[in-house]
């Protein structure tokens, strides 16, 4: 059979430059080169063609890098240079990563960078429905009704979609925890903002079976084996299909 190569948003995600939907837009903008030309979305690689992005050689990067990192707030989650406040950046790691999903400006906690796109489609798509946890402080007491509420799914009109039901715990008179199987612009804002309520602190503080655990803000740790064997079992019949960035 013919060899009809891999796909350009894919070979660029799979070589750790950034994620599918990101390769998209770079593409678009006409930051990437296949031999010299520039691509176009759904062009093809074929063994022994030079990929460029930006001017500079595309290559695989073989070694698996996952990290967990406590991002403080005011840390965008992107590795968009003309973002003077970008994670990637903040970090300061020495190969090239960039982050899983989103973590909004102004919420802290765990965020996971990596250099492998098909993990990223894996555990993001809301499809998929892998969870994440958050501890969430908010700026008056908690009531049975508003926990009541937030479990059982909230309209967001501006969105144009309703919350999918949820695990809700009161842990404080003004402290709950709560887990998603989802990752909408703002959500857990947004559903607070629906009972009256406003989020006064956000941290994410699990990701899947990986926890930020006492972590301190700023730093990052590498992702055990234990717990990359793990992943690698919760996302085994995960759909991988490239996913947008709405969290």
């Known amino acids: 059979m013919e060899n009809t190569g891999v796909r350009i948003n894919k070979f660029l995600s799979e070589a750790g430059v950034c994620s599918r939907r990101e390769a998209d837009r770079q593409i678009e903008d006409g930051n990437v080169t296949i031999d010299g030309k520039v691509a176009l979305t759904g062009s ?20 698996m890098i996952l990290l967990a990192f406590h991002k403080p707030a005011g840390i965008v989650c992107t590795a968009e240079k003309r973002e003077k406040d970008n994670v990637v950046d903040f970090i300061h790691y ?3 990563i960039y982050p899983i999903g989103r973590l909004d400006k102004d919420s802290e906690g765990l965020l996971l960078l990596t250099n492998n796109g098909e993990i990223v489609n894996k ?16 700026n008056k007491p908690i009531t049975d009704s508003f926990l009541r509420g937030l479990a059982g799914g909230v309209p967001l009109v501006e969105l144009n979609t ?3 039901k949820c695990k809700v715990e009161k842990v ?4 709950f925890r709560i887990i998603l199987t989802q990752g909408l612009n703002r959500q857990i804002r947004r559903m607070c903002e629906y009972f ?9 503080t699990r990701i899947m079976n990986i926890k930020l655990g006492d972590l301190p803000v700023g730093t990052y ?5 234990k717990e990359y064997e793990k ?8 759909s991988n299909t490239a996913v947008k960035r709405t969290e």
Do not use: D, F
């Not at 798509?125 to 969430?136: S, T």
């Not at 009256?196 to 994410?204: A, D, N, Q, T």
């Not at 992943?231 to 995960?238: M, T």
């Open 44 to 63: 093809r690689v074929l063994p022994g063609q030079k990929v460029c992005y930006m001017g500079r050689p595309v290559t695989k990067e073989e070694e």
């Open 231 to 238: 992943l690698q079992y919760l996302i085994r019949n995960s």
């Open 94 to 96: 020495p190969k090239r």
């Open 162 to 164: 309703t919350t999918r």
């Open 196 to 204: 009256g309520y406003r989020v006064e602190k956000l941290v994410r």
């Open 172 to 175: 404080g008179r003004k402290q």
């Open 221 to 225: 740790r590498e992702v055990t084996e």
């Open 123 to 138: 555990m993001m798509r809301a499809g998929n429905m892998h969870e994440k946890e958050y501890l969430v402080t908010v």
